[in-house]
């Protein structure tokens, strides 16, 4: 158990994790400004007391990894954002995991504007490491000054909603969500795929444009992917492949189905090349929508495909999966459709071996299904992602698409 500090060891709850951040011989935080309140304790450093009554985050993250780098770079914007609007009444503590005390020294003092914990200070780090459960990095958790509330997944609220997340309490992430969830009640393809300049989308038709209002009434898939990615470099054909046969059933029926293209890609020539592989239509290029489709839809990757229906509403985030596990059959992609699929695949995998010998794999392969040794995975066979039944090697990790296996014809030498 850690002891508490002498200074601060009232009864409170908020003191109780204010001691979190002290250790025996220390009762001050690092502080990059060296604003001290207190003459006694030398230049930057603050005392630990100082942050009484404020919301507290708590940032695990290392200078050296990517993830950490972007997060933050984000996560200076919004303190010093909430900084602006509420004064004070926030403050972030640097729990580092730098390589060593010169890569500490170098990015916290060069760029950091909030407290860290001593760098030097390992058991302190290890012992907020362990009380908060940190996983990974970038973590981000934030205490309330009455304890009540802890955030776990701060970083995920930050990329979400940014300084909106402020003062992070039940209420505000409440009324965050239900925000939400009504803009998506609301949402028509109009006001997805429109703004006051443009009304159409890009097509390889004589005109190059469609009307955005002609597409209502269509199940359409929002195909976010770039021609710099490779696993959207490797969807795309099966994706073209797919939506061919779709919009072929569909000839006979009353029904349509399009897709429209929301790039990533990093210029017009990369945009030109990847537009011109693809029969379907696409925003264009040079517009602040597509970034907003990204944030509205919260895409963590790519390639993805998100279904909206006949309503404009939204019917699946999950296009990418369902396209690789059923193929044209998954159209319309709604939850009947897949219920039906599922209940088929559930069906089907009756009468498939409960081994199977894959010429890809020098193990035999065991048939999982979800909730029985199985969950989603990515196909070792077509690197694509999978979920439900999957043959599976547990030693090695290997995992592939019941449909992908292909089966080793075992002669009867020996
Ligand atoms: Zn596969
Ligand atoms: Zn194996």
Known sequence: MKQQLSSINTTSPEIKYLSLFAS???DFLLSPTGAQPNLDISPFQIKISELEDKIVGIYFSANWYPPCQSFTKLLIEVYEQIKEKNGSNFEIVFVSSDEDLN???NYYQSYMPWLAIPFSDLETKKALNNKFDVEGIPCLIILQPDGTNIIHDGVELIYRYGVEAYPFTKERLDELLKEEKEKHERQTLSNLLTNHDRDFVLAHSTSNEVSVSSLTGKTIGLYFSAQWCLPSLKFTPKLISIYQ????????????FEIIYISSDHDDLEFD???NTMPWLALPFRDSTPKDLTKYFDI???PSLIILGPDGKTV???GRSLINLYEEEAYPFTEA?????????DEDAKNLPSMELHSGHRHQLTLVSQG????????CDCDEQGSGWAYQCIDCGYEVHTKCVKPVVQTSSG
Do not use: W, Y
């Open 24 to 26: 025996d011989h220390r």
């Open 103 to 105: 890569a500490f020294n």
């Open 245 to 256: 046969k779709i919009k072929q059933k569909l000839t006979q029926q009353q029904e349509d």
């Open 273 to 275: 090349t990847s537009f």
């Open 300 to 302: 963590r990757g790519i």
């Open 316 to 318: 699946t985030k999950n």
């Open 337 to 345: 459709r897949v219920e039906l699929l599922e209940k088929q695949m």
């Open 372 to 379: 029985n040794g199985g969950g989603p995975f990515i196909c």
